[in-house]
């Protein structure tokens, strides 16, 4: 999460996120209007970008030589593109795509998935398990998991009784998180075995659509943001029995004999209250408009990014050992000049413990936390469907140096 990819209706921009203070515009592109999809891979050139004027066609940039690595045509419109270091992954809505990034070259197709009509899908940013997450029904919760390296089925997940509305793998691709339309309850799962391991319900009283879901770097923390004004960050921690004794006050007792309550009633009810709740929120001064969260470090402390639908940056500060009520350090304005909005809390606050932006301070880009997989030998020619019309790149896909990605972490 150290830069900000927009789309708008004149082109594309590029944004790092190295300063709180500081917005700084990396690209600017009015080359194409209307750009609705823009994917750049972690911090280097490679950028991908679908428009509203040819909504069928995926063209692939190399942004700082301001030339074209190739384009594709596909049957329907492009509802999403994922990628990391060796994949990119085109979701349509019912078909996904899968091609080798280092030479954009078509390796599988998985063809007749269910309807998915806001393109939801995810890819694991660790190349080393390049996993897939989709929905694998339209009416219920069922995820299917997909290992994009070895282009083979992992397993599938019932992860929800509703349909999915969100998925987000962590950052080293053992761990998914996914919610339903309902949105009250979000749920993580190991992978690639799919065994349960968290559950947080996000709100009891009324369904709300989870517009985005992101772990932090080092997987400590979850967010999940809605078209409610309430930003939601869970701690992702397994409390133990072994707690101090607590002192013999009447909310101790009453909290052991509720406990004790949850083992004679049934595991439905049970599971709902041991659930989880949020660490720390944030409340927007705005609601119904999409957003998208990112949990970041920069300058060394851990923030909390939102980026709303009307063209603003918000960075709130996030205390990783009490949490509570995250504060607004900084707005700034993504569509006109780029000069940063006068915000309503002076600069940082005393500085918070380090020991969490220690283990978080590994710079790389998380792309939008969405993605897809692919299924059928020899890019589905054996089946008999259309390969999409290309420009296959000249030669194997060469950026400046290597040192545009991120440095592989073991």
């Given at each position: 999460?150290?830069?900000?990819?927009?789309?708008?209706?004149?082109?594309?921009?590029?944004?790092?996120?190295?300063?709180?203070?500081?917005?700084?515009?990396?690209?600017?592109?009015?080359?194409?209007?209307?750009?609705?999809?823009?994917?750049?891979?972690?911090?280097?050139?490679?950028?991908?970008?679908?428009?509203?004027?040819?909504?069928?066609?995926?063209?692939?940039?190399?942004?700082?030589?301001?030339?074209?690595?190739?384009?594709?045509?596909?049957?329907?419109?492009?509802?999403?593109?994922?990628?990391?270091?060796?994949?990119?992954?085109?979701?349509?809505?019912?078909?996904?795509?899968?091609?080798?990034i280092k030479d954009?070259?078509?390796?599988?197709?998985?063809?007749?998935?269910?309807?998915?009509?806001?393109?939801?899908?995810?890819?694991?940013?660790?190349?080393?398990?390049?996993?897939?997450?989709?929905?694998?029904?339209a009416t219920s919760?069922?995820?299917?998991?997909?290992?994009?390296?070895?282009?083979?089925?992992?397993?599938?997940?019932?992860?929800?009784?509703?349909?999915?509305?969100?998925?987000?793998f962590n950052s080293?691709?053992?761990?998914?998180?996914?919610?339903?339309?309902?949105?009250?309850?979000?749920?993580?799962?190991?992978?690639?075995?799919?065994?349960?391991?968290?559950?947080?319900?996000?709100?009891?009283?009324?369904?709300?659509?989870?517009?985005?879901?992101?772990?932090?770097?080092?997987?400590?923390?979850?967010?999940?943001?809605?078209?409610?004004?309430?930003?939601?960050?869970?701690?992702?921690?397994?409390?133990?029995?072994?707690?101090?004794?607590?002192?013999?006050?009447?909310?101790?007792?009453?909290?052991?004999?509720?406990?004790?309550?949850?083992?004679?009633?049934?595991?439905?009810?049970?599971?709902?209250?041991?659930?989880?709740?949020?660490?720390?929120?944030?409340?927007?001064?705005?609601?119904?408009?999409?957003?998208?969260?990112?949990?970041?470090?920069?300058?060394?402390?851990?923030?909390?990014?939102?980026?709303?639908?009307?063209?603003?940056?918000?960075?709130?500060?996030?205390?990783?050992?009490?949490?509570?009520?995250?504060?607004?350090?900084?707005?700034?304005?993504?569509?006109?000049?780029?000069?940063?909005?006068?915000?309503?809390?002076?600069?940082?606050?005393?500085?918070?413990?380090?020991?969490?932006?220690?283990?978080?301070?590994?710079?790389?880009?998380?792309?939008?936390?969405?993605?897809?997989?692919?299924?059928?030998?020899?890019?589905?020619?054996?089946?008999?469907?259309?390969?999409?019309?290309?420009?296959?790149?000249?030669?194997?896909?060469?950026?400046?140096?290597?040192?545009?990605?991120?440095?592989?972490?073991?």
């Amino acid at each position: 999460c150290s830069s900000l990819a927009i789309g708008t209706t004149t082109g594309y921009r590029l944004f790092s996120l190295s300063s709180v203070e500081q917005l700084d515009q990396v690209h600017e592109s009015n080359e194409i209007p209307d750009v609705y999809i823009v994917e750049r891979l972690f911090s280097s050139s490679l950028v991908v970008v679908v428009s509203h004027a040819k909504p069928q066609q995926m063209n692939v940039y190399h942004f700082k030589k301001g030339t074209e690595i190739c384009n594709y045509s596909y049957s329907s419109n492009i509802l999403s593109i994922r990628l990391n270091r060796q994949r990119l992954v085109v979701c349509l809505e019912e078909s996904i795509y899968i091609h080798n990034i280092k030479d954009m070259k078509l390796l599988k197709t998985i063809l007749d998935t269910p309807p998915n009509t806001t393109g939801l899908c995810a890819l694991s940013i660790n190349h080393a398990n390049s996993y897939l997450a989709y929905p694998g029904s339209a009416t219920s919760g069922e995820i299917m998991l997909y290992d994009g390296n070895t282009l083979k089925t992992a397993c599938t997940i019932p992860a929800h009784d509703g349909p999915l509305a969100a998925l987000a793998f962590n950052s080293t691709g053992s761990k998914l998180a996914s919610a339903s339309e309902k949105g009250t309850v979000i749920r993580v799962f190991s992978i690639p075995g799919g065994q349960k391991l968290y559950e947080f319900r996000r709100g009891m009283k009324r369904y709300v659509n989870i517009s985005s879901l992101v772990f932090s770097m080092d997987s400590q923390f979850l967010c999940a943001s809605s078209n409610t004004e309430t930003v939601h960050i869970f701690k992702l921690e397994h409390l133990t029995d072994s707690r101090p004794e607590e002192p013999p006050t009447w909310s101790g007792y009453m909290g052991k004999m509720f406990q004790a309550a949850t083992n004679y009633l049934p595991a439905q009810v049970s599971g709902m209250m041991n659930q989880d709740r949020a660490f720390a929120t944030v409340r927007l001064n705005i609601s119904g408009q999409r957003n998208i969260c990112a949990l970041s470090t920069i300058q060394k402390l851990p923030r909390l990014l939102v980026t709303t639908s009307d063209g603003h940056l918000y960075i709130y500060n996030l205390d990783p050992q009490d949490g509570g009520e995250c504060v607004l350090i900084k707005k700034h304005s993504l569509l006109g000049s780029g000069k940063t909005e006068d915000n309503k809390e002076n600069d940082l606050q005393s500085p918070l413990p380090q020991s969490y932006a220690a283990t978080v301070a590994r710079q790389s880009t998380v792309p939008s936390t969405s993605t897809m997989p692919g299924y059928s030998e020899d890019g589905g020619a054996l089946r008999g469907e259309v390969i999409p019309e290309h420009e296959f790149a000249t030669g194997p896909v060469c950026l400046d140096d290597e040192n545009e990605f991120p440095p592989v972490s073991i």
